[in-house]
């Protein structure tokens, strides 16, 4: 088995690989948050100037035309009464006015207003009364002034804002649509690599060869190949010494049982002796038995040949003497259960594997032999169309419960139904049937299983191999 190794930090690696994806897919999300704070933070503290501005403008203009109004009269009270007093007052007024004018005057952009302010509180100290009526329409004009450049100000900074905003979509609109290309391509870096190891053990599991591309891409993965490929030496190793262990098994087994079926033979045909009743059904039940040791041994080499993908040979078959030759080893246990046996009277043709379709009917029978009912029924039929070729083996025996059916062709399930005799069965009859059947392309299904009739067909399709003459 390969050693493993720690690995150290690596740009090939698997976490390397998925720390610098989540990296590249995150940072430039980072970014575009801190920008859109920054931006966001920079136009909350333009408003809040603005509005402090907006406030202290407002209430600087209700001042000068509180001023204003206060000047206007005083101005002609003066005229009128020229106490000191009140000319005290307005030449306070008149220093607040400018005062507070010259602080306005930074958010004005026209001078020509204030030009004619200044002339006019000039006026106003030289005690021309008639001027000062004209003072508070001015401050009124200048206070509507900046008033629109407050709102002009205003609509600036909402269009900044827009701006921003729209930059930002943008922005997050390119940096969406990079993204899911970037996670695209690292997802299909690592998803690559794993549906190749997924479709090796595929391979693996199913038996076949792979012949897709090398895994490749990060290290992790590249060793589990590593182990793959060791897994499928050692699967191979071991297939080969199941094999070659079937095969002594079944020489093992078939050189003793061939001795006892002959000297059983022998018994049965008295060449020794004549025998008695009881001996005759002794000897018979050897006979009997041997030949279902055969037939289990025989089934067991026929799965493991199935499942190592045997070659097939399709050619013209003649269908009647493919019956009789997998009816033959079971004639004896017809006889013994009195079941009577109908075959086809008309011969038929069709390109098949003839080693196949044997092994298929004989199991069928073998089956229709053992479960069938003493003195019952076994039929074979034949149908032919231009399109398939349909075979039928139907007999008398119990029918089978209906939570067996789906795992009938399961290898190993024996359902409820207890074959007859003394020999167990392997529960591979009817999966090797239906793996015999794949390999010619055929199907086989449980055509009938009512009123103690039980049926199965074999459907063989025009062949689409090549023909072996």
């Given at each position: 088995?390969?050693?493993?190794?720690?690995?150290?930090?690596?740009?090939?690696?698997?976490?390397?690989?998925?720390?610098?994806?989540?990296?590249?897919?995150?940072?430039?999300?980072?970014?575009?948050?801190?920008?859109?704070?920054?931006?966001?933070?920079?136009?909350?503290?333009?408003?809040?100037?603005?509005?402090?501005?907006?406030?202290?403008?407002?209430?600087?203009?209700?001042?000068?035309?509180?001023?204003?109004?206060?000047?206007?009269?005083?101005?002609?009270?003066?005229?009128?009464?020229?106490?000191?007093?009140?000319?005290?007052?307005?030449?306070?007024?008149?220093?607040?006015?400018?005062?507070?004018?010259?602080?306005?005057?930074?958010?004005?952009?026209?001078?020509?207003?204030?030009?004619?302010?200044?002339?006019?509180?000039?006026?106003?100290?030289?005690?021309?009364?008639?001027?000062?009526?004209?003072?508070?329409?001015?401050?009124?004009?200048?206070?509507?002034?900046?008033?629109?450049?407050?709102?002009?100000?205003?609509?600036?900074?909402?269009?900044?804002?827009?701006?921003?905003?729209?930059?930002?979509?943008?922005?997050?609109?390119?940096?969406?649509?990079?993204?899911?290309?970037?996670?695209?391509?690292?997802?299909?870096?690592?998803?690559?690599?794993?549906?190749?190891?997924?479709?090796?053990?595929?391979?693996?599991?199913?038996?076949?060869?792979?012949?897709?591309?090398?895994?490749?891409?990060?290290?992790?993965?590249?060793?589990?190949?590593?182990?793959?490929?060791?897994?499928?030496?050692?699967?191979?190793?071991v297939e080969n010494e199941k094999q070659r262990f079937l095969r002594h098994m079944s020489h093992e087994l078939k050189t003793p049982l061939t001795t006892l079926r002959e000297g059983s033979d022998l018994l049965a045909d008295q060449i020794t002796g004549p025998l008695n009743t009881s001996q005759m059904e002794v000897t018979q039940l050897l006979q009997s038995n041997s030949r279902q040791l055969q037939s289990l041994i025989e089934q067991l080499l026929d799965y493991s040949r199935l499942h190592q993908n045997?070659?097939?040979?399709?050619?013209?078959?003649?269908?009647?003497?493919?019956?009789?030759?997998?009816?033959?080893?079971?004639?004896?246990?017809?006889?013994?259960?009195?079941?009577?046996?109908?075959?086809?009277?008309?011969?038929?043709?069709?390109?098949?594997?003839?080693?196949?379709?044997?092994?298929?009917?004989?199991?069928?029978?073998?089956?229709?032999?053992?479960?069938?009912?003493?003195?019952?029924?076994?039929?074979?039929?034949?149908?032919?169309?231009?399109?398939?070729?349909?075979?039928?083996?139907?007999?008398?025996?119990?029918?089978?419960?209906?939570?067996?059916?789906?795992?009938?062709?399961?290898?190993?399930?024996?359902?409820?139904?207890?074959?007859?005799?003394?020999?167990?069965?392997?529960?591979?009859?009817?999966?090797?049937?239906?793996?015999?059947?794949?390999?010619?392309?055929?199907?086989?299904?449980?055509?009938?299983?009512?009123?103690?009739?039980?049926?199965?067909?074999?459907?063989?399709?025009?062949?689409?191999?090549?023909?072996?003459?």
């Amino acid at each position: 088995m390969p050693n493993h190794n720690r690995r150290g930090w690596r740009l090939s690696s698997l976490k390397q690989l998925v720390l610098l994806s989540f990296l590249v897919v995150v940072t430039p999300f980072g970014i575009l948050i801190y920008y859109a704070t920054d931006a966001l933070v920079e136009q909350s503290a333009e408003g809040r100037v603005l509005a402090k501005q907006a406030l202290e403008v407002t209430r600087r203009g209700q001042r000068l035309e509180g001023l204003a109004e206060d000047i206007t009269r005083s101005a002609r009270q003066y005229q009128i009464l020229a106490k000191p007093e009140i000319k005290q007052r307005l030449t306070q007024n008149l220093l607040d006015y400018r005062e507070q004018l010259s602080i306005h005057s930074f958010i004005l952009t026209q001078v020509e207003q204030l030009n004619q302010i200044s002339t006019l509180l000039d006026n106003i100290e030289q005690y021309q009364s008639e001027d000062a009526n004209n003072l508070l329409g001015l401050t009124r004009e200048i206070n509507q002034q900046v008033d629109l450049i407050l709102d002009q100000r205003l609509q600036a900074l909402n269009s900044t804002a827009q701006h921003t905003q729209t930059q930002l979509s943008t922005l997050a609109i390119i940096l969406l649509v990079i993204e899911m290309l970037l996670i695209l391509f690292f997802s299909f870096s690592i998803i690559r690599p794993v549906r190749r190891i997924a479709d090796r053990i595929q391979a693996l599991g199913t038996g076949e060869e792979y012949t897709g591309a090398m895994v490749g891409g990060p290290d992790e993965l590249v060793e589990l190949e590593q182990q793959l490929d060791w897994l499928t030496e050692r699967l191979a190793e071991v297939e080969n010494e199941k094999q070659r262990f079937l095969r002594h098994m079944s020489h093992e087994l078939k050189t003793p049982l061939t001795t006892l079926r002959e000297g059983s033979d022998l018994l049965a045909d008295q060449i020794t002796g004549p025998l008695n009743t009881s001996q005759m059904e002794v000897t018979q039940l050897l006979q009997s038995n041997s030949r279902q040791l055969q037939s289990l041994i025989e089934q067991l080499l026929d799965y493991s040949r199935l499942h190592q993908n045997e070659s097939v040979n399709f050619h013209r078959v003649k269908l009647l003497p493919v019956l009789t030759e997998a009816i033959e080893p079971y004639k004896l246990l017809l006889e013994q259960k009195k079941i009577h046996l109908s075959l086809p009277k008309e011969e038929h043709e069709w390109v098949t594997d003839r080693a196949m379709l044997v092994r298929i009917i004989s199991n069928l029978v073998s089956n229709a032999a053992l479960y069938g009912s003493n003195e019952g029924d076994l039929t074979l039929s034949i149908s032919q169309t231009n399109e398939h070729c349909l075979i039928n083996v139907e007999n008398d025996g119990p029918t089978i419960p209906l939570k067996d059916v789906p795992l009938l062709f399961e290898p190993f399930y024996q359902g409820q139904n207890r074959r007859q005799g003394p020999v167990k069965g392997s529960g591979i009859g009817l999966s090797i049937v239906h793996d015999a059947a794949e390999s010619l392309g055929a199907t086989v299904k449980l055509a009938k299983n009512e009123n103690h009739r039980v049926g199965f067909s074999v459907c063989l399709p025009i062949s689409e191999h090549p023909i072996n003459d």
